[in-house]
């Protein structure tokens, strides 16, 4: 009898989905102290479960959600590293005067996992995978609870009976299933975002899934379209889907007195945060084009940002202010052809643009490669999008990540707006430039793209074995010189972003 390989997996937190039901009976029959006190048991119950001070930890999410219909009332939803750290905040609610009010209607528990079908290559060179594959499978081991408007849970099966059993199918056409059912989802990229779970030995289904979107029709039609796929209408057994909206602790009251809730926090004239929403129910960012930028590869904002912006600064580039202007940055490079690149960025990109905290995303093009370069207000919001666009074509590295650079340092300008009929004049003094970079000592490699869909704006990338070693460089007569010159090319002046 020949015996089906299991799919490697690996796992990371704990998810527990907290489902309760309010005695609304029992708390309209409460006198007014008592609902007080309930209320600010909660709301502090909630605020020290998002710090992450009730499990004293490091590691993991919390949220609170109101369940729109009759089997539950709110959602508590919590991410952590083990099942302990659960198990106290479950009994950390039961303590506060809250619960008296609420009834435990039901409960999910799980954990993060990710699957050979993903990556084969991931589970095969370990440590030695591609750097860009490990950092997409960490954000899905140890995710944040997305900052989205909706949330939509169910937990599901695959079928195994006479017709159509999942688990005598061997890896390969499990494989080539989950690949076409992955296409689907990718096609909502920036429009809904999962945590997926594994609960085999858990609780009563095999997997969790948990949605996250601002839209709830674009929940809906993600579920609808992959009804039929085969993966789905040949294999998939589903149980009781939940529906809810995000709200922060400070809208407990409001939930309790049946006005409406929000996942924002508004801060009023002075100063001071106040539970409402904002005016259009989405995260207002204070940001635009030339701002210094953080390298998404591991959160690169290291002390010497400040710094090295102040000695350029004194040497006359603008390399973004310390405060308030901050965005992150991922940027990949691809061995695809740049049309079918292009192809696949400007479709992700569609669905980037449903987010205020997307800035930009571009492709870049060099006569011997291409970069991808997006740019987020958030980091949460980067980490997200860098797993997406680690599956465009071809994806060869991301900046920070080869190894020929390891232990480097790196600078690229970016946002070079050149004026248009100085274009070719600025591509020859790059050459110029260029050959004087490769005799200068600590210089690696420095390259010249430019955007596809406007050739004016080009994107220069650098790398050094060491920040001194760049520090040189914009220090020398022959940089001076350049930014001086610049000053008569460029429409715009430059903006700097740092891969450390």
């Not at 690996?10 to 609902?35: C, I, K, M, Q, T």
């Not at 799980?110 to 997409?136: C, K, L, N, P």
């Not at 080539?176 to 989802?185: L, P, Q, T, V």
């Not at 030995?201 to 609808?224: R, S």
């Amino acid at each position: 009898m020949e015996r089906r390989q299991a799919p490697q997996t690996d796992e990371g937190w704990y998810v527990l989905h907290d489902f309760r039901s309010v005695d609304w009976n029992a708390w309209r029959n409460a006198p007014e102290h008592r609902r007080e006190r309930a209320l600010e048991d909660g709301e502090q119950y909630l605020s020290s479960a998002q710090s992450l001070a009730i499990t004293e930890g490091e590691e993991g999410d919390s949220a609170a959600f109101t369940i729109v219909g009759h089997e539950a009332d709110l959602l508590f939803l919590h991410l952590r590293p083990t099942v302990a750290d659960l198990e106290v905040l479950e009994r950390q609610f039961e303590q506060t005067a809250l619960a008296a009010f609420t009834d435990h209607s039901d409960s999910y528990l799980s954990v993060t996992e990710v699957s050979g079908y993903m990556s084969e290559e991931y589970f095969e060179e370990g440590e030695e995978a591609d750097g860009g594959i490990a950092r997409y499978i960490e954000s899905r081991l140890k995710p944040d609870i997305p900052d989205a408007e909706y949330v939509n849970f169910y937990p599901m099966d695959k079928r195994r009976d006479a017709e159509w059993n999942w688990y005598d199918l061997s890896f390969d056409e499990r494989k080539e299933y989950m690949a076409a059912h992955g296409d689907i989802g990718r096609d909502y990229a920036g429009k809904v975002t999962q945590i997926i779970s594994g609960s085999v030995g858990l609780d009563d289904h095999e997997w969790g899934i948990t949605l996250f979107a601002d839209d709830p029709a674009d929940i809906k039609d993600l579920l609808y379209e992959m009804r039929f796929d085969p993966s789905s209408s040949r294999f998939g057994e589903f149980g009781r889907f939940r529906f809810g909206q995000r709200f922060v602790p400070e809208h407990l009251a409001s939930y309790f007195d049946g006005a409406p809730v929000s996942r924002e926090v508004d801060q009023g004239a002075d100063g001071h945060a106040h539970g409402h929403g904002s005016a259009d129910g989405h995260e207002h960012g204070h940001g635009g084009d030339g701002r210094h930028a953080h390298s998404d590869a591991d959160s690169r904002d290291s002390s010497d940002g400040p710094d090295v912006r102040s000695e350029l600064e004194e040497l006359g580039v603008y390399a973004g202010k310390p405060h308030g202007e901050d965005v992150h940055a991922v940027v990949l490079y691809s061995a695809a052809d740049t049309d079918e690149l292009f192809e696949e960025v400007d479709g992700l990109r569609t669905n980037f643009d449903h987010y205020d905290s997307h800035v930009k995303t571009a492709v870049y093009d060099a006569d011997d490669e291409a970069a991808v370069v997006s740019l987020w207000e958030t980091d949460r919001a980067a980490k997200t999008a860098a797993g997406f666009l680690a599956e465009l074509p071809d994806i060869v590295r991301q900046a920070g990540d080869d190894d020929e650079a390891e232990g480097s340092w790196g600078t690229m300008g970016m946002f070079y707006t050149v004026k248009p009929d100085y274009r070719e004049d600025f591509v020859d003094t790059f050459a110029d430039v260029g050959g004087l970079l490769e005799e200068m000592d600590g210089h690696r490699k420095t390259t010249l793209l430019a955007n596809v869909e406007d050739e004016n704006d080009m994107f220069i990338a650098s790398r050094w074995d060491a920040r001194e070693d760049a520090m040189a460089f914009f220090r020398s007569e022959a940089f001076s010189d350049t930014v001086e010159w610049g000053r008569d090319v460029l429409a715009e002046r430059p903006r700097h972003v740092f891969l450390a």
